[in-house]
């Protein structure tokens, strides 16, 4: 009964929904257990593309048990325009599940998550704007919206009335925007209740079963380590559990379930919003990495910051998963470029060099990245699909990627195509 997590080891994007959409060929169920819609997840199949925020990219295969776990956070309405568009590309969704104990996105979060970065000014997270922090701070405050209350009008418009009050106070005295129509948005999402009923079933014991009738689990990461609230580069994170951990409290299923970790890397590194990235190259290279690499959101658009692979952060990562091994995507990507560098170490104000990744951004500032130089390659790598026939320098940087990481790396994308992976 073999369980995969396959989990973002950086600042997300790192290919998930392609490792995933990889490995769901070899699994019976598939399960997203934490985040929102601020994930946007990239198949590609035959040229045709796929952006999936909110629902398992194990979806394009009809026969995949696809489960939102109860430490989801979902927005009805986009999750709806999300199950539409798939319809509309006759990619079915019969075989879809959503945890009743996941909390609903309101309209009034996706509004305080934009206020409240209006009023912290330069000091802003860069947020995706969904509306995911506010939903989790209300299910820790213990006021949140479930899905089990989206689908009984009445329990759903007694708490909708309840919260939205305070929500409609805090919106225009704190920060003067406007008044929502409560009963408005409860005729509104009373309906998507509707729309939803038939997906709700309890995804824990779904997951519990599927283990003990011995089918492959795969459990599908979204965002990534150093965005975790806790381990991620505080206060630049988002508001959840995205590790390997997050999976059980996300999902309803004890660690022992679990058989086999992957960590999603890029050759380099990435990273949309604000917050430290030691890496970063605010350069001609950046420019480069960003344009042949695509390097714009799924979710948002907005243009990611590029910069070489650090092996600090990517050790950390193995650390606090507890990675079996790595997937390094976007191999294909670094074509061209004469030399690449990677990051081996922080050198502190002090002069000693910091081999761990640090837990505060206030001793994370005053270091330097450390690099080792590598020859880069100009042969055109995304036919490849064995290690042996990458170019040597290519084989060179992955082999060091593997002993700095402490890692095997199992996987290495050199496409965006389902097809354009090598194994090891
Ligand atoms: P996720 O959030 O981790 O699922 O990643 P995204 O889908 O947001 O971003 C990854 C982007 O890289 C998508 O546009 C993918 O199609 C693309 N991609 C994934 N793997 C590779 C690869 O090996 N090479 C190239 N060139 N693109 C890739
Ligand atoms: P996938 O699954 C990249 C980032 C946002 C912002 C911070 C907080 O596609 O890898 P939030 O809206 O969550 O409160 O924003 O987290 N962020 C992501 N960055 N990929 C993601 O998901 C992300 N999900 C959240 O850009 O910096
Ligand atoms: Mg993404």
């Known amino acids: 009964m073999p369980a995969n997590i396959v989990i973002g080891t950086q600042w997300g994007d790192e290919g998930k929904g392609k490792i995933i959409d990889i490995l769901a060929s070899r699994a019976?169920?598939?399960?997203?257990?934490?985040?929102?819609?601020?994930?946007?997840?990239?198949?590609?199949?035959?040229?045709?593309?796929y952006k999936l925020h909110l629902i398992p990219s194990g979806i394009l295969y009809p026969d995949k048990l696809c489960l939102i776990g109860a430490g989801v956070v979902l927005d009805p309405k986009d999750f709806i325009g999300e199950l539409n568009s798939l319809a509309e590309r006759g990619v079915s969704t019969s075989n879809?599940?959503?945890?009743?104990?996941?909390?609903?996105?309101?309209?009034?979060?996706?509004?305080?998550?934009?206020?409240?970065?209006?009023?912290?000014?330069n000091s802003d997270i860069g947020t995706t704007?969904?509306?995911?922090?506010?939903?989790?701070?209300?299910?820790?405050?213990?006021?949140?919206?479930?899905?089990?209350?989206?689908?009984?009008?009445?329990?759903?418009a007694e708490k909708a009335r309840a919260t939205g009050k305070l929500k409609n106070k805090i919106i225009t005295e704190v920060y003067g925007?406007?008044?929502?129509?409560?009963?408005?948005?409860?005729?509104?999402?009373?309906?998507?209740?509707?729309?939803?009923?038939?997906?709700?079933?309890?995804?824990?014991?779904?997951?519990?079963?599927?283990?003990?009738?011995?089918?492959?689990?795969?459990?599908?990461?979204?965002?990534?380590?150093l965005l975790d609230i806790d381990f991620g580069t505080y206060p630049y994170v988002t508001s959840s559990h995205p590790l390997s951990a997050g999976v059980?409290?996300?999902?309803?299923?004890?660690?022992?379930?679990?058989?086999?970790?992957?960590?999603?890397?890029?050759?380099?590194?990435?990273?949309?919003?604000?917050?430290?990235?030691?890496t970063e190259l605010d350069d001609e290279t950046g420019d480069k990495i960003r344009n042949v690499g695509g390097e714009f959101g799924t979710t948002t658009g907005r243009p990611r910051r590029t910069g070489w692979f650090d092996a600090v952060i990517v050790r950390h990562s193995v650390r606090v998963n507890g990675l079996d091994g790595l997937a390094i995507n976007k191999l294909d990507t670094l074509c061209g470029l004469d030399t690449l560098k990677v990051c081996v170490g922080y050198k502190m104000p002090d002069g000693n060099i910091l081999e761990n990744f640090p837990p505060t951004l206030?001793?994370?500032?005053?270091?330097?990245?450390?690099?080792?130089?590598?020859e880069g390659f100009n042969e055109d790598i995304t036919g490849c699909r064995s290690f042996e026939e990458l170019p040597e320098a290519c084989q060179k940087y992955i082999l060091r990627l593997e002993e700095l990481c402490d890692c095997k790396v199992a996987m290495i994308g050199v496409g965006p195509d389902r097809t354009q992976i090598i194994e090891r």
């Open 129 to 156: 704007k969904r509306g995911i922090g506010p939903t989790y701070m209300d299910k820790y405050e213990r006021c949140g919206i479930r899905i089990y209350d989206l689908i009984n009008p009445e329990v759903f």
């Open 177 to 225: 925007g406007n008044a929502f129509d409560l009963e408005e948005v409860i005729k509104e999402y009373t309906e998507y209740g509707k729309i939803l009923a038939p997906y709700v079933a309890d995804v824990s014991v779904l997951t519990y079963e599927a283990s003990k009738a011995g089918k492959t689990i795969m459990f599908e990461g979204a965002q990534a380590t």
């Open 28 to 49: 019976e169920v598939v399960v997203r257990s934490q985040g929102g819609n601020n994930a946007g997840h990239t198949v590609v199949n035959n040229g045709e593309t």
């Open 96 to 121: 879809l599940k959503i945890d009743p104990r996941a909390h609903v996105v309101m309209p009034w979060h996706i509004v305080l998550d934009g206020l409240s970065e209006e009023f912290r000014g």
């Open 248 to 278: 059980c409290v996300g999902t309803g299923v004890g660690p022992k379930v679990i058989t086999n970790i992957i960590g999603v890397a890029k050759a380099y590194t990435t990273r949309v919003g604000k917050g430290p990235f030691p």
């Open 362 to 374: 206030e001793e994370l500032s005053g270091c330097l990245p450390v690099y080792e130089e590598f």
